[in-house]
């Protein structure tokens, strides 16, 4: 059983940065995809940003220019970035890892941490 467990969150003024990280044990996998996403209160869980097993990367056009996903692939862990953050930044933060044994498809996802940006 694959379990992330995330760390970094907590309260920035905005203009300030932290640094979310998610880290997976039970696992012996290649991780296909590793993704943050972030949700507020009455809203969608929106996916902010993803790497792939070539560290392709991709953003949500919110935090593009701001924010930097990178993993280590070593440590099974997913990092999140965040410069420039913004009171619109505010939410709980979630990981999700994607993998695949044989033609099976699996994902997990952490139990989410908040950050806060205060104006």
């Known amino acids: 059983q694959v379990q992330l467990v995330e760390s970094g969150g907590g309260l920035v003024q905005a203009g300030g940065s932290l640094r979310l990280s998610c880290a997976a044990s039970g696992s012996t996998f290649s991780f296909k995809r590793m993704n943050w996403y972030r949700q507020t209160p009455g809203k969608q869980r929106e996916l902010v940003a993803t790497i792939d097993l070539g560290n392709t990367t991709n953003y949500a056009e919110a935090v593009k220019g701001r924010f930097t996903i990178s993993r280590d692939n070593a440590k099974n862990t997913a990092y999140l970035q965040m410069n420039s953050l913004k009171p619109e930044d505010t939410a709980v933060y979630y990981c999700?890892?994607?993998?695949?044994?044989?033609?099976?498809?699996?994902?997990?996802w952490g139990q989410g941490t908040q950050v806060t940006v205060s104006s």
């Open positions: 999700n890892f994607e993998w695949r044994t044989g033609t099976t498809g699996w994902t997990s």
